[in-house]
């Protein structure tokens, strides 16, 4: 990260004056010269935030947006007063991009798409970094988000109190963080929540088209299949999904998202974009397609949900069809595909939902469904 | 850092009595005969121990502390029979009020200015603005709709107030902002540094974790950008903040409902219309 911390200040808006500060100290004047403030409100150029009800709203904690492992460190090593005093004394240098960073990039390539289609609709994706943060970090991730030319405009830094209650101010569609326990209790609240992880290697991700990758059990469906499979093993599993083919399986976490997702995908369809939607959904699953598999896309029918892609796989790995599609994101509730997908540099976060949680998946067994 | 302790002094706050105490409960005594004191409200009350509590930590510090709040309470237009009421009222509750003005409705602004008010705090956000317009820090007491404990002062600042500059304050008049309403909002800003400055001087003397005293900034309506000013001008006034908020037009309530301030500087700007109707 070795940026030209006298370069941080460029943000989305022509800045005429602006002579960012490259130390702390003299901070004063250029803020106040800057004109850019006025013309960011007059300008008709930046586009105003929808109203949180009618937009999708995804919160992101600043610890999947961006990189921040050094400042994890002090943190953790030294204490918070040593974190912050880190933090204000390298507030010029940004942050680099963390795992969520693409998918919130494709979010923002979409929602060009959506304003040229409909002008002057509010039905969009908005962005709000929720970090349990203090606001004394609050300038250097301001100057991040700046320096990336990213388009957040809402923020909650809690400075230590919990999300949760913002999340719902918010009407939050989803939530992404790097803290397992803030993602359960945002289930538990009926919050969409995926805890997400830094790969390695990143592979590349379309910039033109935001790919969102689903499981199918105890993700987009309820765990109840995961139960019968883990309690009485595969067989028991097969006669099962057999005997309820017709009837339909319970929603899970991210049901709600996939359809919010639907939503504004029938929007470009409407408008003749269907060949060339900037938003394609995929179903991973390892549900195999002649037996089990029928009863996911019978529910998926009912619901009135349409997948891009179903991909089953009847047990066979993920990783390599992760690697594929190639996904901005992809939600699983089993650590393991995630741990599999993410060592492929596919984006992967985990759902901690269900019944994988009390009894995760044995590296040994690579049973199929 | 002494001559600070010399030239600060108690941080005083004015309350006025009607925010304190029900006045139903206070009209249903002089019907009656009996003598049951007045009810205090909930909010006023958890402001009040709040405010004690962030004394009794500084004390607990610094025995010879002089930089701690001052909560006087100001009754305008009462009888003989309430004004003895209160002062009984607040001798039951234990309510830590250091003085009493009974005064006429038209002495409201002198007797602020007189004592040195370093903050008026009302639930009318109308009367909030009015004295805001003389230049007298003036700040919303705002509901606290649980009575849940709050062990921590909460104070949020108008990250709009702050954060925008002079100059582009005056830009706010495309906005449908009248000139009165902008010249208050310049008021409004000078009147935060004052009480900035000391309350800055006050959090400092708590770490980041477990201070009774919490400061928030809460940008309504401008860019992150203005936000990033706001927190960088507090700084520079001594006061380190620990939360922030930005929320680029959306509305308020139901994020001061998590956060559950109780003294919201607003300098008057969400008194307005409703801002994100502006096309």
Known sequence: ?369 | MEDEKNHTGPLMIALQYNDLFDLDSISAMTASTNTDDAVPKDRAVTFIKAVQIVNERLVEQNKTESLLFEVILIAKECSEEIKMNIVESVKYYGLEIVKIFFCKKEELINTLQLNNVKLFLSTDKDDVYEVLHIGIPAAVLYEQSDDHVLNQLKVIFSGDVIGFSEDSLDSLSDFGFSETQIETFKEAKICMKEFAVLIGQMRRKFGQENSPLCICVLTAWGSTNVCASALKTLREWGLDVDEAFCLAGAPCSPILAVVKPHILWDGGLHNMRDLSAHS
Not at chain 1, 128 to 138: D, E, K, Q, S
Not at chain 1, 272 to 292: E, F, N, Q
Request: with cysteine; net charge negative; glycine share 6%.
């Open chain 1, 1 to 369: 990260m070795s940026l030209d911390p006298v370069q941080v200040m460029k943000g989305q808006d022509p800045m005429p004056n602006t002579c960012p500060s490259a130390s702390n100290g003299d901070s004063q004047a250029s803020w106040d010269d800057s004109k850019d403030i006025h013309e960011n409100e007059g300008s008709t150029k930046k586009p105003k935030s929808p109203k949180p009800e009618n937009a999708v709203t995804i919160a992101v904690s600043s610890r999947v947006l961006f990189r921040t492992e050094k400042e994890q460190k002090v943190f953790e090593q030294k204490g918070i007063e040593e974190y912050l005093r880190y933090q204000v004394e390298h507030e010029n240098e940004p942050f680099a991009p963390g795992p969520a960073f693409p998918f919130v990039k494709a979010l923002e390539t979409v929602n060009n798409r959506l304003r040229e289609l409909y002008p002057d609709s509010e039905e969009l994706f908005d962005i709000v970094l929720v970090t349990y943060n203090h606001a004394h970090v609050g300038i250097r991730l301001i100057n991040t988000i700046n320096y990336h030319n990213l388009f957040i405009e809402r923020f909650c830094m809690t400075g230590g109190s919990s999300p949760i209650g913002y999340l719902k101010a918010w009407h939050t569609n989803l939530y992404l963080s790097a803290d397992a326990e803030k993602v359960q209790e945002a289930l538990a609240e009926g919050i969409a929540a995926a805890t997400m992880f830094m790969p390695e290697k990143q592979i590349e991700v379309s910039e033109t088209q935001l790919r969102v990758a689903f499981d199918g059990d105890a993700v987009l469906f309820s765990d109840e299949s995961e139960r019968i499979f883990k309690a009485h093993g595969l067989d028991k599993f097969f006669e099962h999904e057999r005997e309820n083919e017709n009837r339909l399986l319970d929603h899970g976490p991210l049901k709600g998202f996939l359809e919010v997702l639907g939503k504004l995908q029938k929007k470009f369809y409407a408008k003749g974009h269907r060949m060339d939607c900037p938003i394609r959904t995929y179903l991973v699953t390892a549900r195999s397609a002649a037996s089990s598999g029928i009863r996911a896309l019978k529910t998926l029918r009912a619901w009135g949900l349409e997948m891009d892609e179903a991909l089953f796989l009847a047990g066979a790995p993920k990783g390599p069809m992760l690697e594929k599609i190639r996904p901005h994101i992809y939600f699983d509730d089993q650590m393991f595909h995630v741990e599999g997908a993410v060592e492929m540099g596919a984006i992967a976060a985990h759902v901690p939902y269900g019944i994988a949680q009390k009894y995760p998946h044995k590296k040994s067994t690579n049973a199929g469904k």
